[in-house]
């Protein structure tokens, strides 16, 4: 299919100083594989620290959420794609189901946060997925259409040429259950089929990542699927032996 793949890692809310030391020191005495983008996205307090310790190692850093809101201005607590950017952060992740389930973010305002961080040169990373209520109802799809739309429709499929997209299944997520590669392909297999329906093109190029309970024994199985491009990793991205054994797999 021609998409490289990438390998993301959110650290949430978890990280020190002294662990972004420990795991680029770690990271020294190892060869990182080919044809596998690495990004990491810590905790906003320590993304200038990893910008600095992951210079010169071919590791991105990108953040885990930004304001919906463009300008400068009366926000207090928000931080803007712009700012982002000076900064030297890459990437950011919006509509994490974290964001979306705890702290109430719409998916209205997940597409303008999307459209604020690629204003600001940034690359989204644009998080989906269902509950498990949502699933067992037989609701998976209605869910993914409707949060993908929303980007669809405020921004147009040409925004997803500059953007990736994570299909990350709420029940899978810090839950240690992963999405079988079946239940993986098809949610992923419609997220194409979705931005298809508006761009062929766009669709063909769109790196579609899987997220949720992904380690190093069963990245291989997940990354072989078709329209599997890769993972966005919580908890094994903390230790560079697991996140280098997902980047590994497959
Ligand atoms: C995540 O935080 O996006 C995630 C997928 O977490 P975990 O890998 O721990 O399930």
Not at 229 to 247: C, H, P, T, Y
Request: overall charge negative.
């Amino acid at each position: 299919m021609g998409r490289n793949r990438l390998v993301a890692g959110n650290w949430k809310m978890n990280g020190s100083s002294a662990l972004i030391q420990s795991f680029f020191d770690d990271m020294k005495n190892q060869s990182l594989p080919d044809q596998v983008g690495l990004l990491l996205c810590p905790p906003l307090v320590y993304l200038p620290e990893m910008l600095a310790a992951a210079r010169g190692t071919g590791i991105s850093v990108g953040a885990q959420t930004v304001c919906e809101t463009a300008e400068a201005g009366a926000f207090t607590g928000e931080v803007s794609a712009e700012m982002l950017s000076d900064i030297g952060a890459s990437h950011v992740i919006v509509g994490h189901s974290e964001r979306r389930h705890i702290y109430g973010e719409s998916s209205d305002m997940v597409a303008s946060k999307f459209s604020a961080a690629q204003s600001a040169g940034l690359v989204p990373i644009l998080c989906v997925g269902e509950t498990l209520e949502e699933r067992e109802a037989g609701n998976m799809e209605t869910v993914l259409a409707e949060q993908l739309g929303c980007v669809l429709s405020q921004c147009g499929a040409s925004a997803l040429g500059q953007a990736i997209v994570a299909y990350e299944p709420v029940w899978a997520i810090g839950t240690g259950k992963t999405a079988s590669p079946e239940q993986a392909q098809a949610a992923h297999a419609f997220l194409r089929s979705q931005v298809a329906a508006q761009d062929d093109t766009i669709a063909a190029g769109l790196q579609i990542l899987y997220g949720g309970s992904v380690k190093p024994d069963n990245a291989a199985e997940l990354f072989a699927c078709e329209d599997v491009d890769g993972g966005l990793i919580g908890g094994a991205s903390l230790k560079v032996e697991s996140f280098l054994g997902i980047a590994r797999a497959g």
